[in-house]
């Protein structure tokens, strides 16, 4: 069984930055389609971006693109989201996912992941 383990989350102030990571265990990282999500009080679940199998590094482009940056390290079974210039709307439990691809080389994020770490806490205020 996969399972997903996030850290890293806290109070910043706008402005601020944070690195989230979710270490993966189970099985090894590599074999994942990965992703971030994040849920504020009151509002729906959303996508923060995804990542292929074989990228290190991607733009979280479902958000205010530029701000944060997904990058997985493979060799350390971990995921990370790094999260810059950070605003009180970016307040809520972030959370990392993973799927299977349908194919190892499959570009893009998939519509259902089907493994969730717990969630991380990140409050985002002066």
């Known amino acids: 069984q996969l399972q997903l383990v996030e850290s890293g989350g806290g109070l910043v102030q706008p402005g601020g930055s944070l690195r989230l990571s979710c270490a993966v265990s189970?099985?090894?990282?590599?074999?994942?389609?990965m992703a971030w999500f994040r849920q504020a009080p009151g509002k729906e679940r959303e996508r923060v971006g995804c990542?292929?199998?074989?990228?290190?590094?991607?733009d979280a482009t479902d958000i205010e693109k530029g701000r944060f940056t997904i990058f997985r390290d493979n060799a350390g079974n971990t995921l990370y989201l790094q999260m810059d210039n950070l605003k009180p709307e970016d307040t809520a439990v972030y959370y990392c996912?993973?799927?299977?691809?349908?194919?190892?080389?499959?570009?893009?994020?998939?519509?259902?992941?089907?493994?969730w770490g717990q969630g991380t806490q990140v409050t985002v205020s002066s």
């Open positions: 996912a993973a799927v299977v691809p349908p194919y190892i080389a499959y570009i893009g994020c998939l519509e259902k992941y089907d493994y």
């Open positions: 189970g099985y090894p990282l590599e074999y994942y389609a």
């Open positions: 990542i292929d199998t074989r990228a290190d590094a991607a």
